[in-house]
């Protein structure tokens, strides 16, 4: 007897309803995105200030490669905790990133990307830097080489620091472009990315320079975290 297969059901089965990831940056809403990059960037100053000018600097004694390369190996915990530390703010500088291209897309995508993805290239940079400040302490038996790849880290950082200038200045023109973000802020972004970016200048082609000009970054980043976690958190545009 043969037998006659079912023709293959014709109901279609419609896929459940998927909740959208917090990690899906289509997906965050202004608000979100003030909130995740004004957590984030409170926590980055609060671990380089700790890492970096609290743990490893005092380590460090220019011009004295025995008494730095000493001081680490006596302090070899506090130094890698800050060299950790540092790596922290890297990864985060990557998330804040993200989160203001989501926050500046609806102002001009095209050049919110263009941002994020400068601020990433620096993040980068930063990563090669801090990893000088690792192979230093692989060299703390010959403090001359270990002295010169701390030397190596400051230079890279600040020379960096120039394309960090550079994304403040397109984030703070957004933010002027914008209906949302005070007129001040994009005005204070700006002249602290000038300011990076003439140390950075300044770093790279005049020996002896001290960099100066990235201390007006103060005012105009902690005012943009103030902003941030008070008032941006709150945003309802789309």
Not at 169 to 196: C, D, H, N
Request: aromatic share 10%; proline share 5%; charged share 10%.
């Amino acid at each position: 007897m043969s037998t006659i297969a079912a023709p293959p059901s014709t109901v279609s089965q419609s896929p459940a309803p998927q909740r959208p990831s917090k990690l899906a940056l289509r997906t965050w809403s202004p608000a979100t995105a003030s909130l995740v990059s004004g957590l984030a960037l409170l926590a980055m100053v609060l671990l380089m200030t700790a890492g970096y000018f609290g743990a490893v600097v005092p380590l460090i004694t220019p011009g004295d490669s025995a008494k730095t390369a000493q001081a680490i190996l006596q302090s070899a915990p506090v130094y890698l905790a800050g060299v950790a530390c540092i790596f922290v703010v890297i990864l985060l500088d990557v998330l804040v990133a993200a989160a203001w291209y989501a926050l500046f897309k609806s102002v001009n995508r095209r050049l919110s990307a263009a941002a994020a993805w400068l601020r990433i290239t620096f993040a980068g940079l930063f990563a090669v830097a801090t990893g000088q400040l690792v192979y230093a302490y692989t060299l703390l038996n010959e403090p001359g080489q270990a002295l010169h790849a701390i030397e190596s880290f400051r230079t890279i950082w600040l020379i960096s620091l120039g394309l960090f200038g550079l994304y403040l200045i397109l984030i703070g023109y957004l933010e002027l472009r914008s209906a949302f973000v005070p007129k001040v802020l994009g005005v204070l972004l700006v002249i602290s990315g000038t300011g990076y970016i003439i140390d950075a200048l300044g770093v790279a082609l005049v020996n002896g320079f001290t960099p100066m000009y990235g201390l007006f970054a103060i005012i105009g980043e902690t005012s943009c975290i103030f902003w941030l976690l008070i008032k941006g958190r709150k945003l309802t545009i789309r």
